[in-house]
Structures are given as C-alpha cells and as structure tokens.
C-alpha cells in the first residue's frame, strides 16, 4: 500500500520507563562520555549508561519536560514532604556509580549483585543496569524495624540467598544506611560464606545516625537524619512508588 514503507521508517514511542534496546543494525560499543563528579564528592569515571541500555524518555525533574497529568496524588499524600533527592539526581548519581563499578571490577570475575529487600529493588533495577558487566543477582529480605519509622535493632533474616558465595565477588546494594546495625551484621553474616570480596553500595547514608563502623565501598547520597520515602523506600510499605526521594512527616497517630 502506498505510504506503508515511511510508517514502517517511523519507530514506536514507548512510555517513559520502557527500555529502548538498540534498533537492527546499530553499531555496538560505548558512546564517547564526559567524565562527571558524584554528588558525594569523589571522582567518578564515564557518567554515561552503557551503550546496551537506555531510558527511552529522558528522565527529567518534575515539569520540566512534560506536562503535569491530572490526578497525580502519589506525591502528595499524607506525609509525603518535600524532595530530598529529586529523580534526575538519582538518575545522575546511579549512571555515575554504574561507570566507577564496571571500572572497579574491569578484568575480574564480574561481581554478584545482593539486593537487600525490600528498599533497594528500585535501585537495584536500575544500577544493575548501569554497570556494563555481565552480572549476576539475587536477593536476601532482612528486618530490623520495629515500627513505622523507627530501627528496633534487632535483625531477623526474612529470606535468605539461593547462589553460594565461595570465591565470589560479592557487592551488596543497600538502599538506606542509617543506624549502621542490620548492614554491619549483614556483612558479618556474608563474610561467613567465604566469599573473594565483599563490598557495600548503599544509595544513602543518614548523616550521624551510624551505631557501628560501617564500611561502604559506594555512596550515592549523604542526606540528613530526616525519615524519608520514595524510590522503594516506604512507611507501612506506603509510598515506595513515589519515583523521588521525600521526607516524611508523620502524624500524631504515629509518635
């Protein structure tokens, strides 16, 4: 049919969180990137993700590039307070963590990857897929708080490992370091199975709220003591779709 040939030349838009995979025919490799600075101020490499993956819409601060919809009610929610981190710090600081692991572990076993449930899935999904290494994942679910919005100290193991860790690099992806106590006992736990290395990439670390030493190879974010949700972190498991970091105002009923 006459036409047929130009609407087959116009590619598909997809929504804004959707993977665009590399259209037939594309030249594999690494684009050219500058190197940027991490928000937690040390020199990072290539701030570009890998040449594998791409958002298919750029990631943008809110109203700066689309128009805001109708009914978004998510961000502001009861409690729901202002932005702490907002989505393109987050998809800044990720892309950056991504190019400084893939140049870590260059020439060695590529590392596991242990998401810490349930906070860390966001961030999990999209640091995987930054680092430009064939990687390996699972995931563990510990518990340690005792209310809402408060840390009881004691941790409980919900789900455990499937892989073995013997002579394996091991890198745990945290979402929040705030006391320090589950993660120093999670490392210690870790450390028992043998594995080659062991090294920790938190998304962010509360400032003087740490416990115990902690030692953390990757930092996304240094942020005050301020209970905060969004991107996987909740309340009540509330609010972990908010796709920016919020602080958290709670309520009289919850003090």
């Keep these: 049919a006459p036409g047929c040939e130009e609407m087959m030349s116009i590619p598909r838009r997809w929504p804004r969180w959707n993977v665009s995979w590399p259209w037939p025919g594309a030249k594999p490799g690494r684009p050219s990137c500058q190197a940027g600075t991490g928000s937690a101020g040390r020199a990072v490499g290539s701030a570009c993700l890998p040449a594998s993956f791409r958002y298919s819409h750029p990631v943008t601060a809110a109203g700066k590039d689309e128009p805001e919809g109708p009914g978004s009610t998510a961000d502001s929610a009861p409690g729901v307070g202002e932005v702490v981190v907002s989505e393109e710090q987050l998809s800044s600081r990720i892309a950056e963590l991504g190019a400084e692991i893939t140049a870590d572990y260059a020439g060695r076993t590529p590392p596991l990857l242990v998401g810490v449930l349930k906070g860390a899935f966001m961030f999990m999904s999209d640091l995987s897929r930054a680092i430009d290494l064939p990687l390996e994942v699972d995931f563990m679910a510990v518990s340690s708080y005792g209310s809402a919005t408060k840390t009881s100290g004691v941790v409980r193991i919900v789900k455990d490992l499937d892989v073995d860790l013997v002579d394996r690099h091991v890198l745990v992806v945290e979402d929040i370091v705030d006391s320090g106590l589950t993660l120093n006992y999670l490392q210690r736990y870790l450390l028992a199975r043998l594995p080659a290395s062991l090294e920790v990439c938190a998304l962010l670390v509360k400032d003087g709220q740490q416990r115990t ?38 309520s009289t009923e919850e003090r």
């Design 213 to 250: 030493a902690v030692d953390l190879r990757y930092v996304g974010f240094h942020i005050p003591s301020d209970f905060v949700v969004g991107y996987g972190l909740d309340v009540d498991e509330r609010l972990r779709n908010l796709p920016a970091i919020h602080a958290y105002v709670e």
